[in-house]
């Protein structure tokens, strides 16, 4: 009963189906007297022969899922205690990936197809969700990328460190930003990306189905209805680097950006002169109000 689950699924209970009684063991103190902790729930298994993942052997606990796998407790309640050491844990935190080490030397090329926000092909080939999860689960495993760990701050108030494994997850927001940097508009990328810590929270806290979720959702597609476009990426040895993007709704104008002499005269230089100036003015008026005052600070 320390974790983040036990809200999640009661609130979604909640939202869904509010007449269901909850029963949770882990809030009995009748459970917990005959199972204090993870290692009573391990030996009542091994004596009834009941076959679990958890043993002594792999002393963590792990939780999967399409998107990742994540592992806690045990050996990792040491936040000192090194994850990613090869010579100690090639079999331990390895389900879904290869530690960078043992990935291959040669780096893979691959392209991403978006229409508006969503992944609809991986390499060129047409896929559901489902198939582009598992293609990307796949190649990004094979090169060691998506692999954190982290210290994180739970719902229920503590801290908690757990080790995570999320190829696909990875190169698909990796990707996914790419695009949105060539054909999102800046004003709308900074409002998303200034809701992203709330959204994210909300999804973290259990409350999906909360109104206000609901809300975030109805500005986060609108953001997205010119998404769409390829990116090229290239995964090598745990890293996943951009090799390209292309869209038909870029808003990446070369000739405007150009160094060069400007064909289409959209940019005048000269009009940069009262840009700054203007955006330079409450420097000014605070720097004659209070400028002795700052420069007092400042020695």
Not at 265 to 291: C, E, H, P
Request: with cysteine; aromatic share 10%; charged share 25%.
């Amino acid at each position: 009963g320390k974790g983040n689950d036990q809200v999640r699924f009661e609130l979604t209970a909640a939202a869904l189906a509010p007449e269901l009684e909850i029963i949770a063991p882990w809030r009995d103190d009748r459970y917990r007297a005959q199972f204090p902790g993870r290692q009573a729930m391990i030996d009542y298994c091994a004596s009834k022969k009941i076959p679990v993942q958890a043993s002594a052997r792999k002393p963590y606990s792990m939780d999967r899922n399409l998107l990742h796998i994540s592992y806690e407790a045990g050996i990792l309640e040491d936040p000192w205690y090194d994850s990613m050491n090869p010579r100690k844990n090639r079999d331990y935190f390895t389900t879904l990936s290869v530690l960078p080490e043992d990935a291959p030397d040669k780096a893979e090329f691959v392209t991403l197809d978006f229409v508006k926000g969503d992944c609809v092909a991986v390499n060129g080939r047409k896929m559901t969700p489902l198939q582009v999860m598992k293609a990307l689960n796949k190649l990004g495993g094979k090169h060691g990328v998506g692999r954190v760990d982290m210290v994180e701050n739970r719902f229920v108030g503590m801290k908690s460190r757990g080790v995570y494994e999320t190829p696909g997850g990875s190169i698909l927001t990796f990707a996914h930003r790419q695009i949105e940097s060539l054909t999102m508009d800046r004003e709308v990328m900074h409002l998303r990306d200034s809701l992203i810590p709330k959204y994210a929270e909300l999804v973290y806290y259990g409350f999906w189905f909360a109104p206000e979720r609901l809300a975030l959702q109805a500005l986060i597609e609108e953001s997205q209805k010119n998404v769409t476009g390829t990116v090229r990426v290239k995964l090598y040895k745990g890293g996943i680097y951009v090799t390209g993007r292309k869209s038909r709704f870029s808003l990446y104008n070369p000739h405007i950006a150009t160094m060069e002499e400007d064909p289409t005269k959209a940019y005048n230089q000269n009009d940069a002169t009262g840009f700054i100036r203007l955006n330079g003015l409450r420097l000014r008026v605070n720097s004659t109000v209070n400028g002795s005052k700052n420069l007092a600070k400042l020695k």
